[in-house]
């Protein structure tokens, strides 16, 4: 499938499913099943599997532009989306053949939804740290135990990726093994249902895992090289994902201002507020802003994808300037729209509670800047 049709499909499941479902998955807190079905349907959560394990072969720019026409209409969904696109990119760049047949396979024939359990309470937004315990029983069977927390899509994936902290004794702190945990695996126990200031339809779950037995064909990669996972495919992909997502969200927000200010009339003068020179100015700016924070994330996953090593500053960068992006374009066009964008279940209402997300869901904004900085003066990335 060439780019141009995945985009084309991204964009009418959007339209026809997603647009149609966002404000009700909002209200209700409800994980956006239609939405994911439809996406299984047209092939689009095979996006980042490689073609030769029967996917679409696609890599971060792809990622970044389908979850920018997702989040234009529900950044819910299109989170829910991007973390299956990230766990199985996790999946799949180092996939044992029996984890290409057994997993991969069905993720690609649209008949497994999966998802991302790294964050944890006891280390929050430093995720490459988990405290999570890998044991190996009498069995030979691996074991888990420890808290995972903010699991999207959980509850409803059919498998989710858990990094926990390495096999090895030896290995260096921040080194960490990820594991495939099937749903359903005896010791799960999932927290309360999601109820977020926004990204409500989320499902994003803590899980209790109590000696979860699961066997050792489900480990990713070797017991901790884990590290290299997470600057070659966690960060960028996570990253891509989220960006492209409030990227969407910006995007939508210029659009529901720009109809605002066309729409809106006063009697006294019968001009709208589109006639007005300061209208249009602060249009103008609002548009630059957009375009100029989509060139950096397209650039940055351009890169990512050809293993330009300058990839990552942009990746980092390019989140960070999508959230600052996102928030200031929503407040702006929330003031432009005046009353009917602050009025509650407004479009501009949801979009202002979702994209505050951005700069939370990490890497959050300012360990980005401070990343990119440390790389530019060529410091190790993490510092602590
Ligand atoms: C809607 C949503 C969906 C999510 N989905 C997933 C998911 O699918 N899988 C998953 O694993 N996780 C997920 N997360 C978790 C997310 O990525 C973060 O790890 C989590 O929100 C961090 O929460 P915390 O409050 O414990 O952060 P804390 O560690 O308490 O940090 C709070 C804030 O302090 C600041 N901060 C902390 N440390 C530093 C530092 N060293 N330098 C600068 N600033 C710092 C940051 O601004 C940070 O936002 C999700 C989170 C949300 C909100």
Same mark, same amino acid.
């Given at each position: ?69 997702? &989040?234009?209409? $529900?950044?819910? @969904? ?7 696109? +990230?766990?199985?990119? /996790?999946? !799949? ?32 937004t ?19 135990? &420890?808290?995972? $927390?903010?699991? @999207? ?7 989710? +990726?858990?990094?926990? /902290?390495? !096999? ?52 990713? &990669? ?17 990253l /891509?994902?989220?960006a ?52 950096l ?15 990552l500053l942009g990746l980092f960068s390019a989140k960070a300037e999508v959230a600052e992006c ?32 951005s700069h939370i869901?990490a890497p959050a904004t300012d360990t980005l800047r401070t990343w990119t900085g440390r790389a530019l003066l060529?410091l190790?990335i993490?510092s602590?």
């Amino acid at each position: 499938m060439d780019l141009d049709t995945v985009i084309a499909r991204a964009r009418s499941v959007a339209a026809e499913v997603l647009g149609p479902q966002a404000r009700s998955v909002d209200e209700e807190g409800r994980w956006p099943e239609p939405g994911i079905r439809a996406l299984q349907d047209t092939r689009l959560t095979a996006l980042t599997i490689p073609e030769d394990q029967g996917g679409l072969g696609y890599g971060l720019l792809a990622l970044a532009r389908v979850c920018e026409e997702l &989040g234009r209409e $529900c950044a819910s @969904t299109s989170i829910c989306f991007g973390m299956h696109a +990230v766990a199985t990119s /996790v999946i !799949a760049a180092k996939a044992t053949s029996t984890q290409q047949s057994q997993l991969l396979r069905s993720i690609a024939e649209g008949k497994h939804i999966t998802s991302l359990a790294l964050s944890e309470p006891g280390t929050g937004t430093h995720f490459y740290y988990p405290q999570t315990k890998l044991s190996l029983n009498e069995n030979a069977n691996l074991v888990l135990s &420890g808290t995972k $927390c903010f699991v @999207t899509n959980g509850g409803y994936a059919n498998s989710y +990726v858990v990094s926990t /902290v390495s !096999a090895d004794p030896d290995a260096p702190p921040g080194h960490f093994s990820c594991v495939v945990l099937p749903a359903g695996t005896k010791g799960m126990q999932w927290g309360p249902s999601w109820s977020g200031v926004g990204m409500r339809g989320n499902s994003s779950r803590s899980l209790e895992l109590n000696d979860v037995q699961i066997p050792r064909a489900n480990l990713l &990669g070797n017991e901790g090289d884990q590290i290299w996972y997470v600057f070659n495919v966690i960060t960028p992909y996570f990253l /891509v994902a989220m960006a492209g997502t409030y990227l969407g969200v910006a995007s939508a927000a210029l659009d529901e201002a720009r109809k605002n200010v066309k729409e809106r009339r006063h009697r006294h003068s019968g001009a709208s507020l589109a006639d007005n020179q300061v209208i249009q100015h602060r249009l103008g700016s609002i548009w630059a802003n957009v375009e100029r924070t989509r060139a950096l994330l397209y650039l940055a996953a351009s890169k990512g994808d050809t293993g330009d090593p300058d990839a990552l500053l942009g990746l980092f960068s390019a989140k960070a300037e999508v959230a600052e992006c996102a928030v200031g374009v929503v407040g702006d066009a929330m003031t432009l729209s005046g009353g009917r964008g602050y009025r509650d279940g407004s479009t501009l209402h949801r979009m202002l509670r979702d994209v505050q997300a951005s700069h939370i869901m990490a890497p959050a904004t300012d360990t980005l800047r401070t990343w990119t900085g440390r790389a530019l003066l060529s410091l190790p990335i993490l510092s602590e």
